[in-house]
């Protein structure tokens, strides 16, 4: 299952898209109503996202960015990220991965995801069905480009998506599982022309490994390493330590660029950065005990600016790397986004 989102025609009307289906917003949710929340209490099915529903598609050729969603979470968690790349003129391909995370098809069918964290061959295995997922959504793309409509229900599409997508300009970025599964991916397709990692161990376990083969071999495109301060390369001797990112940095052939994001955890690079900050205050009153709450699920980090510098950093590297754009932002540390620091021991010059 996938969402696409695009850049729409001007003055186009159209009904707004809600943020998630009722069942996965059930699923989504369901942790706090094990932890004794009312169901509902997280309305995520009646939320509005900025998008809306079958629009026509801006006139003129996209670039393509792939999305993969971190394990188990669904494709829909990390919406404010690729609402501000659709609103910068990409087709933001969106993927579920079925019988990991909740998927709602189309007609109500439902598939629920996984509660338990994977062990090391499970998730192995996991990043290989997630690499093959991705290469099949890109074969898809291309039969659309085609004239083939690969909706499985044949639903029209909207107006212009078919001649909109630009498959020569093709990117993919991923939070946690999925920044695993963009390397992996770019590793075994070529049509992946530049990848970003948002806080994703590029190994089957953190403790003992084994390292993926993108972290031993690198990439010979660009790549991204966004991390929080759970995931970092350049303290062996610090609990956060990845041997993952070390060695893919050493092995990385094309250009590469490591940030740091200090405050935030690993749930900060989903769209929890501004639910839980938002919402566990109306629900549970202002108060230590929801700060504290608050702080080990999403970090210190102000959310409104976690998210911006999230924002802006993704959408300099593709415009650097699919439209060529150059972005003086990806070069030295910014005034702009001072809670983002560089954590690169050297840079390859900007082409």
């Known amino acids: 299952m996938v969402s696409v989102w695009y850049p729409a025609r001007t003055g186009s009307d159209g009904p707004v898209a809600k943020y998630m289906p009722s069942k996965t917003a059930d699923a989504v949710q369901a942790p706090w109503v094990w932890a004794g929340l009312p169901e509902g209490t997280f309305d995520y099915a009646n939320s509005k996202t900025h998008g809306q529903v079958g629009v026509p598609v801006q006139r003129g050729k996209h670039a393509v960015v792939l999305f993969s969603p971190g394990y188990p979470f669904s494709r829909l968690l990390n919406t404010v990220q690729v609402e501000e790349l659709a609103g910068h ?11 990991e995370g909740p998927v709602t098809f189309p007609g109500g069918r439902f598939v629920p995801g996984l509660e338990d964290e994977p062990d090391g061959p499970t998730y192995q295995r996991a990043i290989a069905t997630r690499t093959a997922d991705t290469r099949f959504v890109l074969d898809q ?5 085609y004239g083939v409509n690969p909706d499985a229900e044949g639903r029209a599409l909207p107006f212009g998506l078919r001649t909109s997508l630009d498959l020569h300009k093709i990117g993919m970025f991923g939070f946690s599982a999925g920044g695993f599964t963009t390397a992996n991916a770019m590793l075994e397709d070529p049509r992946i022309e530049a990848g970003a990692d948002l806080d994703g161990m ?24 966004f991390g929080s301060d759970t995931s970092q390369r350049t303290d062996p001797k610090s609990a956060y330590y990845d041997k993952s990112w070390a060695s893919f940095w050493q092995a990385q052939q094309g250009w590469k660029l490591n940030l740091q994001l200090p405050g935030s955890l690993h749930q900060s690079f989903s769209d929890y950065q501004l639910v839980y900050p938002q919402l566990l205050p109306k629900i549970f009153g202002e108060g230590s005990i929801v700060d504290d709450s608050i702080e080990l699920r999403v970090g210190t980090v102000a959310p409104d600016r976690s998210v911006a510098a999230q924002r802006a950093y993704l959408v300099a590297f593709f415009d650097q790397f699919l439209t060529h754009r150059p972005q003086t932002l990806l070069r030295k540390q910014s005034p702009k986004y001072p809670e983002v620091e560089f954590a690169h021991s050297d840079i390859r010059p900007l082409r």
Request: glycine letters at 10%; zero cysteines.
């Open 202 to 225: 590029l190994q089957y376990d953190f403790d003992n490994g084994p390292l993926g083969k993108v972290a031993k071999q690198g990439l010979n495109r660009p790549f991204l390493l």
């Open 89 to 99: 003129g990409y087709v933001v391909v969106t993927i579920d991965h079925t019988h």
């Open 141 to 145: 793309l291309t039969l659309l480009s």
